[in-house]
Protein backbone atom coordinates (compact mmCIF):
# COMPACT_ATOMS: atom_id res chain seq x y z
CA UNK A 1 0.00 0.00 0.00
CA UNK A 2 1.22 3.34 -0.88
CA UNK A 3 0.82 5.95 1.38
CA UNK A 4 0.37 9.61 -0.76
CA UNK A 5 2.11 12.90 0.15
CA UNK A 6 -1.40 14.08 0.93
CA UNK A 7 -1.69 11.46 3.19
CA UNK A 8 1.32 12.08 4.56
CA UNK A 9 1.13 16.06 5.24
CA UNK A 10 -2.54 15.31 6.72
CA UNK A 11 -0.40 13.33 9.21
CA UNK A 12 1.48 15.79 10.02
CA UNK A 13 -0.68 18.60 10.17
CA UNK A 14 -2.60 16.05 12.84
CA UNK A 15 0.62 15.93 14.90
CA UNK A 16 1.46 19.25 14.96
CA UNK A 17 -2.08 20.44 15.98
CA UNK A 18 -2.11 18.06 18.86
CA UNK A 19 1.40 19.06 19.95
CA UNK A 20 0.32 23.01 19.91
CA UNK A 21 -2.72 21.30 22.08
CA UNK A 22 -0.16 20.47 24.77
CA UNK A 23 2.11 23.51 24.11
CA UNK A 24 -1.03 26.00 24.56
CA UNK A 25 -2.50 24.00 27.45
CA UNK A 26 -5.66 23.73 25.02
CA UNK A 27 -8.54 20.53 25.35
CA UNK A 28 -10.44 22.04 21.80
CA UNK A 29 -9.85 23.28 18.49
CA UNK A 30 -11.88 26.13 19.80
CA UNK A 31 -9.59 26.82 22.31
CA UNK A 32 -6.57 26.55 19.64
CA UNK A 33 -8.25 28.48 17.39
CA UNK A 34 -8.72 31.13 19.68
CA UNK A 35 -5.19 31.29 20.64
CA UNK A 36 -4.05 31.17 17.63
CA UNK A 37 -6.46 33.57 15.75
CA UNK A 38 -7.40 30.42 13.28
CA UNK A 39 -11.29 29.75 12.60
CA UNK A 40 -11.27 26.25 14.60
CA UNK A 41 -13.49 24.47 12.12
CA UNK A 42 -11.27 25.00 10.08
CA UNK A 43 -8.22 23.90 12.13
CA UNK A 44 -11.27 20.66 12.86
CA UNK A 45 -11.08 20.06 8.56
CA UNK A 46 -6.99 20.16 8.38
CA UNK A 47 -6.70 17.44 11.42
CA UNK A 48 -9.55 15.13 9.69
CA UNK A 49 -7.96 15.91 6.12
CA UNK A 50 -10.90 17.44 4.39
CA UNK A 51 -9.43 20.38 4.27
CA UNK A 52 -5.70 20.13 2.32
CA UNK A 53 -2.92 22.64 1.22
CA UNK A 54 -3.55 25.41 4.42
CA UNK A 55 -1.77 28.93 2.65
CA UNK A 56 1.42 29.86 4.08
CA UNK A 57 -0.07 32.29 6.69
CA UNK A 58 -2.26 29.41 8.49
CA UNK A 59 1.28 27.48 8.20
CA UNK A 60 3.19 29.75 9.67
CA UNK A 61 0.63 30.26 12.59
CA UNK A 62 1.29 26.95 13.34
CA UNK A 63 4.88 27.17 13.38
CA UNK A 64 5.31 25.19 10.03
CA UNK A 65 6.40 25.88 6.03
CA UNK A 66 5.72 24.15 2.97
CA UNK A 67 8.31 22.24 1.38
CA UNK A 68 7.81 21.04 -2.23
CA UNK A 69 9.72 18.25 -3.38
CA UNK A 70 10.25 16.08 -6.88
CA UNK A 71 11.02 12.99 -7.57
CA UNK A 72 12.66 11.14 -10.28
CA UNK A 73 10.20 8.62 -12.44
CA UNK A 74 12.80 6.39 -13.67
Do not use: C, W
Amino acid sequence: MMISHSDSNNSILRSRLRTLMIIHDVDTYRELGQKLGIDFGYLHHLANGTKTNPSDTILQKLGMKKVVTYELLL
